[in-house]
Each structure stands twice: as structure tokens, then as C-alpha cells.
């Protein structure tokens, strides 16, 4: 059996950013708020919060 270097090069296990790691955060935030729809707004808020302040961080990694 012959091995595929190329095919081993594309599977080829790379680690994330902290820019792609946050946006998975902010998009399991997204998906969180809409599986919880009797979740009480305080805790929505605190959801929405959170993704603004992820999104900061993230936009000041990007331009830095």
C-alpha cells in the first residue's frame, strides 16, 4: 500500500487561532440562544453580552 503524502498533508491536524477559537464561542452562543427560547432575558442578555465583549476581543486580535 502506497501512502499518500499529499492527502496526509491536507488531513493534517492544525491548531486553531485565537480568532477562529472565539468565533466558534460566539457562534455556540448564537446557537444557544436560539435552542433556549424560554430561557428568561436575563440570562439572554447575559449571553448577548458576552458575545459583544468576545467580539471585541476578537476584532482587536485581527487588527493586531
Known amino acids: ?3 499518500n503524502t499529499e492527502l496526509d498533508t491536507v488531513l ?3 491548531e ?7 468565533g466558534f464561542a460566539k457562534n ?3 446557537d444557544s440562544k ?11 442578555e447575559k449571553l448577548s453580552l458576552a458575545y ?3 467580539n471585541d476581543v476578537q476584532e482587536y ?4
Open 12 to 14: 493534517e491536524y492544525r
Open 52 to 54: 459583544s465583549l468576545l
Open 28 to 30: 455556540d452562543i448564537v
Open 34 to 44: 436560539n435552542l433556549t427560547a424560554d430561557m428568561p432575558q436575563e440570562y439572554k
Open 1 to 3: 500500500m502506497t501512502k
Open 16 to 22: 486553531p487561532s485565537a480568532i477562529e477559537l472565539i
Open 61 to 64: 486580535l485581527y487588527n493586531h
